[in-house]
């Protein structure tokens, strides 16, 4: 299958700082990515789909202030968890689709974030 | 009334059994759906996919898809204790994958 790559795999930062989220295509370009955010015994919530060379498309709930996305490059996308707060603390999961919608999407490895 | 619908489980099954789980879905118009395996703090790895009415087998996993009735299934036969996971189904509504609540299995020895 295809490779999808997500870095860091784990950060712990300070309340009220923020953080970085990247998620790499590597053996294929992607021109839509989708984030999701999963907290502990729960299924994967979508926050937002990401389009390359556009804004992205939040989820009802998501604030798009808080948690920035962009997309540059086919196979690139990053979240920025701003001024990160405790609740803000869950396990963060990148995907990306081959071709079209339709098709089977393949993730990243996850990053779990936890904000002190 | 949720996207998609699953039984959260847990499911215990013996070393040697078939597990059975399932999903129902609202969206009609749905085209393709998805099982997904995901072991505790990893992210989802596919299993399978359908798109057709019907059975879709691949080793010990089949995929069931009955649109009539607009439900989804897997069988896993002679489970393993490597098997033990959460399982998520998906369907594709619109753009976007909608997974269910996903299902605990425990293969136990």
């Known amino acids: 299958g295809a490779v999808v790559s997500q870095h860091p795999s784990w950060v712990i930062c300070k309340s009220g700082t923020s953080v970085k989220i990247e998620c790499r295509s590597l053996?294929?370009?992607?021109?839509?990515m989708f984030w999701y955010r999963q907290f502990p015994k729960q299924s994967l919530m979508l926050m937002a789909t990401?389009?390359?060379?556009?804004?992205?498309?939040?989820e009802q709930g998501v604030e798009k202030d808080k948690f920035l996305i962009n997309h540059a490059s086919l196979t690139l996308s990053t979240l920025t968890v701003t001024s990160a707060h405790p609740e803000d603390s869950s396990f963060y999961i990148c995907?990306?689709?081959?071709?079209?919608?339709?098709?089977?999407?393949?993730f990243g490895q996850g990053t779990r974030l936890t904000v002190v | 009334q949720k996207e998609v619908e699953q039984n959260s489980g847990p499911l215990s099954v013996p070393e040697g059994a078939i597990a059975s789980l399932n999903c129902t879905y609202s969206d009609r118009g749905s085209q393709s759906f998805f099982w997904y395996r995901q072991y505790s703090g990893k992210s989802p790895e596919l299993i399978m996919f359908?798109?057709?009415?019907g059975d879709k087998e691949d080793g010990r996993f089949t995929a069931q898809l009955n649109r009539a009735s607009q439900y989804i299934s897997l069988l896993i036969r002679d489970s393993k204790l490597s098997d033990s996971a959460t399982y998520l189904c998906?369907?594709?509504?619109?753009?976007?994958?909608?997974f269910g609540a996903g299902t605990t299995v425990t293969v136990r020895a």
């Open positions: 990401s389009n390359e060379g556009s804004k992205a498309t939040y």
């Open positions: 998906a369907v594709n509504i619109g753009y976007k994958l909608s």
């Open positions: 359908i798109y057709s009415n």
């Open positions: 053996d294929f370009q992607a021109t839509t």
């Open positions: 995907s990306a689709r081959v071709t079209a919608p339709g098709t089977e999407a393949f």
